[in-house]
């Protein structure tokens, strides 16, 4: 499998839809909006964007299955299986605030060999394949240098449907808020672990995610030389819905961190 080539050909493909996405805010109306749950929601331009990513990337590994927000294709590969989000922010999109991303991933039996996250509103591509750098529309990017709590910017995002937690959550808010250069939350997690990728933040956490959300993010992390654990430092963080990522000097601190608060007592 030549993993660089499939990932220009998915390059390609993620970015006409993107431009079809784009498009579509221009005369996007709230009418058009979907409810999923009070604050999950979806339109006709996630549903059409998820149809043109698979009708694409299927032709690349014609034996490959897919994992897909918007359920459009449920077939699953033996060996490959594509992981995407078509619209990973709707929220920011029908209220016309970015940012808001594609993000797809390929997977080879349990690891993941191909990751492309493209972020719309800037026209800015990250992307990474099996034993490549990640880059940025074609440069290399690499995660942050910060080693200490005073030296971070950390993003996050807001729980939205899943509640359970929200008392620890908060005190752990605080503390980061307290202890670090501040807080951002983009509404993209996508976005948010491709930014960690390119060492605009240092650390990124965040519960009650999608394995599309993260699938592709986490990948550039590590390939930017960063590490992605769950809440308890294992490696269940693509299906377990919860994630820590940062670099690897911060990486320790910041985990210990998030431990204390939302991992398992």
Not at 34 to 41: F, I, R, S, V
Not at 85 to 93: E, H, I, K, V
Request: hydrophobic share 40%.
């Amino acid at each position: 499998m030549n993993y660089k080539e499939i990932c220009f050909q998915a390059i390609e493909i993620v970015e006409k839809t993107g431009a079809f996405i784009a498009n579509e805010r221009k005369n996007f109306s709230m009418s058009a909006v979907e409810h999923k749950g009070k604050a999950d929601l979806v339109s006709y331009v996630d549903k059409t964007a998820e149809r043109k990513l698979i009708d694409g990337l299927e032709q690349l590994i014609l034996e490959s299955g897919f994992i897909a927000e918007e359920g459009t294709e449920t077939k699953k590969g033996e060996q490959f299986n594509w992981i995407i989000d078509p619209l990973d922010g709707t929220t920011n999109f029908v209220h016309g605030v970015p940012p808001y991303a594609i993000s797809v991933a390929l997977t080879e039996g349990d690891e993941v060999v191909i990751g492309i996250v493209y972020e719309i509103t800037l026209d800015e591509c990250f992307f990474s394949w099996k034993g490549a750098p990640a880059y940025l529309n074609g440069q290399v990017i690499n995660v942050s240098k910060a080693k200490t709590h005073s030296e971070a910017l950390v993003a996050t995002g807001f729980p939205y449907t899943n509640f359970s937690q929200m008392d620890a959550y908060i005190e752990l808010m605080r503390e980061v808020m307290e202890s670090t250069q501040g807080i951002r939350r983009l509404g993209s997690a996508a976005t948010d672990l491709a930014y960690v990728a390119a060492g605009r933040y240092d650390a990124f956490w965040e519960y009650g995610l999608n394995a599309w959300d993260v699938a592709a993010g986490a990948f550039l992390v590590q390939q930017a030389g960063g590490k992605v654990s769950d809440f308890n430092g294992g490696g269940n963080y693509i299906f377990g819905r919860e994630m820590v990522a940062s670099n690897e000097n911060y990486f320790n601190d910041f985990y210990q961190m998030v431990n204390q608060y939302l991992g398992e007592k």
